[in-house]
């Protein structure tokens, strides 16, 4: 209260800002006529001064004036368009690195261009985030004129690129437009990689997110993840779905709709137990099945099909939560994936294993500079400064908005409401005036669309079913008499434009079947009418019966409808319930901001490991970096811990078992030590010698490699080493978030239980790289040949095709390693010098002996 008092006095901060912005419009402006009069050629030249004075240390602050007059110039000639006012405001709060709240219709992918064109003067790629493709390849060739123009390239990173090769070229560009899923992944393959000129991108400098809150609010809870199977037995999956099927609600589990959550009980837990035929659920021999029953029972009880997921061609995909659109390529994690395609009897896919992942929080927070846009943002203003560092500024629109956001009309039945909604747009249809309904998911929309077949009203039917002609779709939604279905907000970041006689009318209808969770998606659906001061009407109709009001709304709601005594197919319309919806919007708001938060604090714990082994693995890529010096201190760890094993096997003895020694040490390292000579040497020196013997077997062995191959297949090696033991710490980080709240019962905090004994982990995992990769170096053999060159080409590109099943075998690198000028019988000796059959030793499938089997 006392702030909306001092803000009205002495003005908000959002009004200071917009004051200070519009002081250097002023300024552009000034500077428009003098470049209006100069040629395509003299503009052009005098924004290449520009980027050579940024070139020659001048900030780009100094030069935004002239950078933006320049980029308008250009924009008319090219585009045919000239900025706002209020669009260079939108780009000068781009260029601070903040959010721009502007409205929909005020030409957001105009006032990109004009931070981006200023920020690519530094001679670094700029990317521009989308939410999809269509409005990537869109924006990117709507906008390429105008770059061209100013000397830029323009290239676009979507999910029909395949290749590396093209990602790369494409990477190369000036500025860059792409998803924020196709960003996230190359990120993450590029940190698989196995040499630094295939990594597409070379820097993080600067990023402008479009739709920013659909990004980095409501996207931010999904992590992207890359990942490979586990080999689990999917019948469990099928055997838990038909236990699971058989259990009752209430009598065996409860649902908890508020928190998504099922609580099996007593009766429940023996009935699983008949059923699958075992004594006690909980044992440790049985987790998996339990585990398998949760799942098969969240999905059962829980997902809903065609709202929560859709089955396409025997596939289940899963549609987003947000935006109604399908997420192929997505897949739930911890077995609920595999447990919807037992529900829905279609193919089960192996439960997968996370290789590399990483959140869209923590992606997009490697930006030196970012930036988004958004018709909506300020109410999640709070998260977007505490999680990103990032301040949203409230453009004003170009033209006063002229549309009517009507009271909320609530029924008691959701059959009520859907009957008032068909009689509503009768109505508007009658006289012509195009309707947008929007639902909160793809089983609502197609009630409405079978209630309007009945009706003979000619609609289009907008969901994540037609996903691929959304825009086709959307575009036309204000053509006269149109009637249009979309599930939220599909359509997202098209323009619905409407001409005068529509406009006679009364413009756009925007009709609302349920309230959303987030006050922000509403305000995304009425902000399709309206754009550049045309009229428009919203209205929301909703019941009893809608989720939200049922989980989160006031008792008092139901009180008020029964005093008043509603008939069949009333409403109540008033101030109080809108309030009282929005109420509701704001806890479970609250809800998720805390979800959100909760991930990102279990993520920053990871993220610094990810940033660790990500660091370590780009110097290994690194040409000139001393992979003689690592592997030297590295042999010194590995035989310092392997002779400890010896001293701590008998704590009574002090001597050194020399016979135990010599045979670990040809165990784990491949060397053979002579027991006289070990004999004659002093125990406080056993150690040295070892390692000096150590280092000149290993010399002597490399010595044959020309040293340019012998450093790259040191550092391939040591690269898989890595790999391999990040993805087992990953999947044990994940093993471990999945417990750790149990330490709450035990009075402690989970979150710092999580902390300490992640940090446990990953200290064992540096550890476990030294020694792995050192030990397997010295185990690998070499054996001549006429051409040693040809030699470790073969090798190395051997090695690197591995990387690409993203599995790695200690064995399959031996034979790689192990190879002959002849074919080797499998009753020959194997040359590893076992002494056995090469049938029975390194010809033989499966795993074998030595420190990586275990």
């Known amino acids: 209260m006392i702030q909306t008092i001092v803000g009205k006095i002495l003005g908000t901060r959002n009004d200071k800002l917009i004051k200070k912005y519009q002081k250097c419009v002023n300024a552009i402006n000034t500077l428009e006529s003098s470049y209006k009069n100069l040629s395509d050629d003299e503009l052009k030249s005098a924004f290449e001064a520009l980027k050579q004075k940024v070139k020659d240390g001048a900030s780009l602050d100094s030069v935004l004036e002239a950078s933006f007059a320049i980029t308008r110039e250009a924009s008319v000639r090219t585009l045919g368009m000239r900025h706002f006012d209020v669009q260079l405001i939108g780009g000068m709060v781009l260029n601070d690195g903040k959010i721009a709240e502007m409205k929909t219709g005020e030409g957001k992918t105009l006032v990109a261009t004009l931070a981006v064109s200023l920020n690519a003067m ?145 009766e429940g837990i023996k009935k699983a137990e008949n059923l699958f035929k075992i004594e006690n659920l909980y044992s440790i021999e049985n987790a998996a099945l339990s585990h398998h029953l949760d799942q098969a029972l969240k999905a059962n009880y829980l997902f809903s099909k065609d709202k929560d997921y859709v089955v396409q061609n025997g596939e289940v995909i899963i549609v987003d939560e947000f935006t109604g659109r399908l997420s192929e390529g997505r897949r739930f994690s911890e077995g609920l994936h595999q447990a919807l395609e037992a529900k829905e009897k279609v193919n089960i896919k192996e439960e997968s294993q996370t290789l590399a992942d990483i959140t869209f929080q923590n992606y997009f927070r490697l930006y030196e500079k970012l930036a988004g846009m958004t018709g909506t943002a300020q109410t999640e203003a709070t998260e977007f400064l505490q999680i990103y560092n990032l301040e949203v500024v409230s453009i004003p629109t170009n033209v006063p908005i002229k549309r009517q956001d009507l009271n909320d009309l609530i029924y008691k039945s959701e059959r009520e409401k859907f009957n008032a909604v068909i009689a509503k747009i009768k109505e508007l249809h009658a006289k012509g005036q195009p309707v947008l309904v929007g639902t909160a998911s793809i089983e609502k929309s197609e009630i409405l669309h079978n209630l309007l077949k009945k009706e003979k009203i000619a609609h289009t039917v907008l969901n994540a079913k037609q996903h691929t002609k959304e825009a086709e779709i959307i575009k036309d939604a204000g053509l006269k008499g149109s009637v249009t279905i979309a599930t939220n907000m599909a359509g997202r970041g098209v323009d619905i434009k409407i001409d005068d006689e529509i406009k006679e009318l009364g413009g756009l209808y925007i009709i609302g079947t349920e309230r959303h969770e ?235 239980e999580y902390k300490k004994e992640s940090y446990n982990l990953f200290m064992e995992l540096v550890e476990q790289i030294k020694i792995q990769a050192v030990k397997t170096l010295h185990i690998i053999r070499l054996q001549a040949e006429e051409n040693p060159q040809n030699q470790t080409q073969e090798i190395i590109h051997d090695l690197k095709a591995q990387d690409k099943n993203l599995s790695f075998n200690k064995d399959e690198i031996q034979q790689n390693l192990d190879f002959e000028a002849k074919k080797i019988s499998r009753n020959d000796p194997c040359p590893c010098g076992s002494g056995k059959k090469y049938k029975l030793c390194h010809g033989r499938s499966g795993p074998k002996k030595g420190m990586l089997a275990q």
């Open 122 to 266: 530094r001679a670094q790629s700029v990317h521009v985030v989308t939410v999809n493709d269509y409005l990537a390849n869109r924006d990117a060739n709507e906008m390429m004129p105008l770059y061209n123009f100013l000397g830029y390239s323009v290239g676009v990173i979507t999910s029909n690129l395949k290749d590396d090769a093209t990602r790369l070229e494409v990477y190369a560009n000036d500025i860059v437009y792409g998803t924020n899923n196709e960003f996230g992944f190359d990120y993450l393959r590029d940190n698989m990689k196995y040499d630094l000129e295939s990594k597409v991108q070379k820097c993080h400098f600067y990023a402008i997110i479009d739709e920013v809150d659909s990004i980095l609010i409501d996207e931010a809870r999904t992590p992207l993840i890359i990942s490979g199977p586990v080999n689990k037995k999917l019948e469990n999956y099928q055997a838990a779905d038909l236990i699971a099927k058989k259990m009752e609600t209430s009598k065996d589990f409860s649902i908890d709709e508020k928190n998504r959550v099922i609580l099996i009980t007593e």
């Open 518 to 752: 987030s006050r922000r998606i509403d305000n995304q659906l009425r902000g399709r009418a309206g754009r550049q001061g045309d009229p428009g009407v919203s209205q929301f109709y909703l019941s009893l019966e809608d989720a939200l009001l049922r989980i989160f709304g006031s008792d008092k709601l139901k009180g008020i409808m029964e005093k008043l005594g509603l008939k069949e197919g009333e409403h109540i319309e008033s101030s109080l319930v809108t309030r009282s919806v929005q109420n509701a919007q704001k806890k479970v708001e609250n809800l998720h901001f805390e979800s959100r938060k909760h991930l990102l604090e279990y993520d920053d714990v990871a993220n610094e490991q990810r940033k660790s082994v990500y660091k370590f693995r780009n110097e290994l890529l690194d040409p000139d970096y001393d992979m003689i010096q690592r592997i030297q201190d590295n042999r010194s760890l590995a035989l310092a811990q392997t002779i400890n094993k010896i001293r701590f096997q008998d704590e009574h003895s002090l001597e050194l078992d020399t016979n135990a020694l010599i045979a670990i040490i040809k165990e784990e390292f491949g060397l053979e030590l002579e027991s006289e000579a070990l004999s004659k040497i002093n125990p406080a020196e056993i150690e040295e010698y070892i390692n000096h013997q150590l280092t000149n077997s290993y010399e002597e062995k490399m010595s044959h490699l020309p040293p340019q191959q012998r450093n790259e297949i040191e550092r391939i090696i040591y690269l898989q080493i890595l790999d391999n033991l990040w993805r087992e710490h990953l999947y044990a980080m994940d093993t471990l978030k999945t417990g750790i709240g149990l330490r709450g019962y035990n009075q402690k905090d989970p979150l710092v």
